[in-house]
Structures are given as C-alpha cells and as structure tokens.
C-alpha cells in the first residue's frame, strides 16, 4: 500500500470506501481511489451500498421510549434518594408497612412488560426481554403484559390494605406518640387517596387493561408512601 | 465557543442543577429533551427493550445524583450519552457471563419502511465487536460528527473515525454473510 487507498488487491478496501464516502481520504488518495471507481462497477456498488447501508443505519434511531418509562425513572430516583434515618423502636414495626406500599407501588411500575428477561441483568426494573417478534407473538406478549400488569396491580391493593391495617393499629395504640397534627394529616391524607384509589379503580372496573387508570392508581399509591414516609419523619 | 453556545450550555446547567435540587418539573423536562436520544442509543447498544430502560434509568438517576461533574463545557447530551454508554458496556459485562445472546434484536421497537433490512441491520451491529458498534451507532445511528462521537466515546477523533470505517466493513461483510 502506498497511498492508503490499499490498491494492492484488484478492489479497494470497505474500510477505504467508507473514507472516501465521508470525504476523509488526503486528496492523492481520493483522486486515486476515484480512478479506481471510474473503472470498476464491483467497487461503485460497494460505494453504493455502504452509503445505503449508513441511511439505513440512521432510521434506527427512530425509537419511542414506552410512555411508563419516565414512571420507572421517578421511582427509581425516589428510592436512591430515599434519606435514612434512626427509626423509633415504637415505629420501627410500621417501617415493613410502609415499605410494603411503596415496594408494591415499585412492582407495579416495574412489572415486566416483556418476556421474562435474562438472569443477572442490572437495574431495578425487569421489564422484558430481547426478542424479534412476530404479529402474532407479538399479540400473544400484549396479552401477557396485560396480565401481568393486572396482577401486579391486585399485588400492590394488598399490599396497600395490609400498611393502612397496620398504621391505623399503630395509631390506635400508641397515640400519645403521635402528634394530633400527624393524626389530622392521617386523616386528610387517606381520604384523599383513598378517593383517588377508588377513583382509578372504577375506571380499572370498566378497562381493567388501562395503563393510564393502572398508572394513576399506582401515582396514589405512591402518593401514600410518601404520606407515610412524611407522617414518620415528622413523628421522630 | 459561540455565544449562543454559552447561553444553551449555561441553560442546561441552570436545569440539571435544578433537577438535581428535586425539581420535578426540571426533571422531567430533561427527560423529554434527552430520553429518547438515549434511550435510542441505549437499545441500539445493548439489543433489546429490557436492559436499554434499564441503562436510561440509571442513565437520569446518575445523572441527577452525580450531576455536579457536569459543568457546562460539554453539550449536556453528549454528557448524558457518555453516561448512557457506560451504563451500556455495564449492561454488556454483566450479561456475557450468564451467556445470554447479545445480537437479539427488537424490530418491533423501529418504524421502518423495510421491516426485513432492519432486522438484518439490527443483527449485524449485535455481532460487531464493542468498539465497532459504539463507534457506528454514535455516527450513523445518532448521526453525531466525530468530534462529539470521540468525546462521548472519551478517544482522539481519528481513533473514532477509524473504528467507525472499520465497523462500516465488518457490518458490510456481515451483512453480506447474511444473504
């Protein structure tokens, strides 16, 4: 090779071709690959197939994150910034509690919306895995994903009852631990929530696979793990 | 450095430091301008849906909790993308113990015009070494110059414009191979 075009074969190189495509071969070496070009049609298809092939390879960037991503994200931000903090003895039982609500409200997020994925592999959410799917495998998943999605959903209601159990039993034994204002944001608190909860489950009655009612219902959960998190705080 | 460059870049610091401060808003503000460029890179990078919400989860979180690295002579996307990368190759060390298939690919995830030649694309860049894929999708996926290619890629730029014709050829050959 004496000029980088590596005219030492009959053809030039792909990795030279793709230089020359982006212009980035010195002058003597692009003035002489193009002589190759003018005389030999395997090269000039090469030419032309490495730059359909970079054409091609830009549409793959035409890709939409799934809409319950930015949930995952918030979650995931709200649990590594999660402070913490001594806890109690009297609420160190109520802890399992609330972390039961938010682990549930987590699943919910969380819950595959694939296949089930590959063993060993990162990150809090474990939502599918790779595959090249079929119309019909690709229905036959939906319909899993929503399935899955509706238990996770029923998971999380239990979850959720047996925390409200367990405050309320806290609350009524031991309230002289718990501030009268704490008590009134329990009150206020729950009521909200629970409306809100019952809001989402009567759209979930009627469209049990409405990711919006499923995602709203999960937000209220959330929304009471907070409550929680706050009422503990600020009893402490 | 222009000055409309230095306004963008002090904006994009104004706004991670205020996501980083817990601001919802500017939080997801981030995510609309940036998530979709990195969750593209991210798919295109490890394979498959799964593991690329994954590395754009941990992508924003890292990047909200260790945000202070940033200081604005970067585009914030190019730092989010480096970020992203680096989660990415994590992604990669972690699952090649467990033997689990890197070149597995979501044509389902692309709107293409030409379902076929997707696949066949999507298959080619999960067989190409690391280097090679990261150095491709950079540039011709993302559509990056080399400069910015090279910084996420933290390499001179002519090592990156090497990679990248040498991944050229070997996704031509592999391609071929396919037919």
Redesign the interface.
């Known amino acids: 090779m004496n000029d980088g075009t590596k005219l030492d074969s009959a053809h030039l190189e792909a990795e030279t071709l793709s230089a020359l495509i982006e212009g980035e071969l010195p002058d003597a070496a692009a003035r002489s690959a193009q002589d190759h070009l003018d005389d030999c049609a395997a090269c000039r298809a090469e030419v032309d197939g490495l730059r359909a092939m970079k054409s091609q390879l830009a549409r793959l960037a035409d890709v939409t994150p799934p809409r319950a991503l930015w949930t995952r994200i918030e979650a995931a931000h709200a649990a590594s910034a999660a402070p913490v903090r001594p806890t109690p003895v009297w609420l160190r039982w109520l802890w399992p509690a609330t972390a039961l609500v938010a682990a549930a409200a987590l699943a919910l997020v969380l819950w595959p919306r694939g296949e089930e994925r590959a063993p060993g592999t990162p990150g809090l959410a474990r939502s599918g895995t790779p595959g090249a799917l079929s119309p019909l495998a690709a229905s036959g998943q939906r319909a899993a994903h929503a399935a899955r999605a509706r238990d996770a959903v029923s998971r999380a209601e239990s979850a959720y009852r047996s925390a409200i159990e367990g405050l309320r039993a806290a609350v009524e034994q031991d309230t002289r631990t718990l501030a009268p204002k704490a008590k009134a944001a329990i009150a206020r608190g729950l009521s909200e929530i629970d409306a809100a909860i019952e809001r989402c489950r009567g759209a979930l009655r009627t469209a049990p696979d409405d990711a919006r009612a499923q995602e709203a219902l999960l937000a209220a959960y959330q929304q009471k793990a907070d409550l929680l998190n706050e009422l503990l705080q600020e009893a402490m | 450095m222009t000055l409309q460059a230095l306004s963008h870049g002090a904006d994009e610091l104004a706004l991670l430091s205020q996501a980083r401060s ?1 601001d ?1 808003a500017a ?2 503000r981030l ?1 609309a301008l940036h ?3 990195l ?2 890179l991210a ?2 990078l490890v ?5 690329a ?6 992508t ?2 890292n990047a ?2 260790f945000g202070g690295s940033f200081r604005g002579d970067a585009r914030l996307g190019s730092w989010l993308c480096r970020i992203a990368l680096n989660e990415s190759r ?2 990669l060390r ?2 090649r ?2 033997g ?2 890197a070149t ?11 379902v076929n ?3 066949r ?2 298959a080619a ?1 999960g067989k190409l070494p690391d280097g090679y894929r990261e150095a ?1 999708v950079l540039h ?4 990056m110059d080399h400069a910015e290619a090279a910084d996420v890629l933290g390499v001179e730029v002519g090592t990156s ?1 090497s990679q ?3 991944a ?2 070997r ?3 592999l ?1 071929g191979d396919q037919k």
């Open positions: 817990g919802r939080m997801q995510y998530g979709g460029r969750y593209g798919l295109r394979g498959n849906t799964a593991e919400e994954d590395v754009v989860q941990e924003f979180v909200w909790r994590a992604v972690k699952r113990p467990t689990a298939d597995e690919a979501e044509a389902g995830a692309v709107l293409p015009r030409d030649m997707m696949r694309l999507e860049l491709i011709d996926v993302m559509g414009k990248l014709h040498k050229r050829a996704m031509r050959q391609l």
